[in-house]
């Protein structure tokens, strides 16, 4: 879809949440790059200011940066009456939390912090900020997803789960949305070179294997109108017909040995 289609289509700025770093940060690089003006939403305003610089010289867009803690009940309202006076006619929910290690040997603050921030902000973003677009009767809303939340995720519970709830959401928003004008989509990431992949404690072998979060970004401008699904790359959805096709217990036992074996510090 090129950048005339996509501001007459959707409108011309786009919020994305989670876009001080690795995956967000290219997301907003992409819309920028189509024409878009930026809303960018994260916790750490150093690194918001960066992001922000770096698309205003290289794209003459306009930016704005919200610095935000989506684990926060009160955020995505917050989040709303500071954009609106601009029309957000795309929104990008990217902002995720993963812990890791055994479910029962993390600290219960950890699994709710994570399910504030990959389920209940995103819906109440999407409810927010879905609204205009359908009194408009254009717009977009991407939900940004994962493999791992196909199925059961040993080491990454509350992340797998969170992210099956993603999933879900965005397919039902496709369905609702599209007969008002305004496109949603769940977006299936694979294992993709971020700054928190890195951090992560996987392998240098794992971390070869992962894609740049650059071609990610440029492949979802690619299908923003084809949902209720796509996939980041052929290969993820190459991959997750096959744990489809697989009994529950092959699947789960799949991943579990995948992530026992990258994540092996904080696995046992």
Same mark, same amino acid.
């Not at 795309?90 to 890791?100: D, G, K, L």
């Not at 504030?116 to 991407?142: E, F, T, W, Y």
């Given at each position: +879809? ?31 790059? *189509? ?14 200011? *960066? ?9 003459? !867009? ?7 803690? @989506?684990?926060?009940?009160? $955020? =995505? ?24 290690? =055994?479910? @029962?040997? @993390? ?6 912090? $994570? ?17 205009? +677009? /359908? ?17 059961? %995720? =040993? !080491?990454?519970?509350?992340?797998? $789960? ?10 039902? %928003? ?14 299936? /990431? ?12 996987? =392998? ?36 997750? *017909?096959?744990?489809?096709? +697989? ?22």
């Amino acid at each position: +879809m090129n950048s005339e289609t996509i501001r007459a289509r959707y409108g011309p700025w786009a919020l994305v949440a989670g876009s001080s770093e690795g995956l967000g940060a290219a997301f907003a690089h992409a819309a920028a790059a *189509r024409g878009l003006h930026v809303a960018l939403v994260a916790r750490r305003s150093d690194a918001l200011d *960066r992001v922000a610089k770096e698309i205003r010289d290289e794209y003459g !867009v306009e930016t704005r940066q919200l610095v935000a803690d @989506l684990s926060e009940e009160a $955020a =995505p309202g917050q989040i709303a009456a500071a954009v609106a006076d601009l029309e957000i006619g795309m929104f990008i929910s990217n902002a995720a939390s993963e812990p890791q290690g =055994p479910f @029962l040997d @993390l600290p219960l603050a950890e699994h709710l912090f $994570a399910i504030d921030v990959n389920c209940r902000a995103p819906l109440a973003l999407a409810h927010h900020l879905g609204q205009p +677009m /359908v009194a408009r009767k254009r717009g977009s809303i991407v939900i940004v997803t994962s493999l791992g939340g196909l199925c059961g %995720l =040993p !080491v990454f519970s509350s992340y797998g $789960a969170t992210k099956a709830f993603g999933w879900n959401l965005g397919e039902c %928003l496709w369905d609702e949305m599209a007969p008002h004008g305004v496109d949603a989509l769940s977006f299936v /990431v694979g294992s993709t070179r971020t700054p928190n992949l890195e951090r992560s404690g996987a =392998p240098e072998a794992h971390l070869e294997t992962a894609v740049a979060p650059q071609i990610v970004a440029a492949n979802l401008f690619e299908v923003l109108d084809q949902g209720p699904t796509q996939y980041s790359l052929p290969e993820v959805e190459e991959a997750a *017909r096959g744990l489809f096709a +697989m009994p529950r217990k092959e699947a789960v036992g799949f991943f579990s040995q995948q992530n026992h074996a990258a994540f092996p510090s904080r696995a046992d």
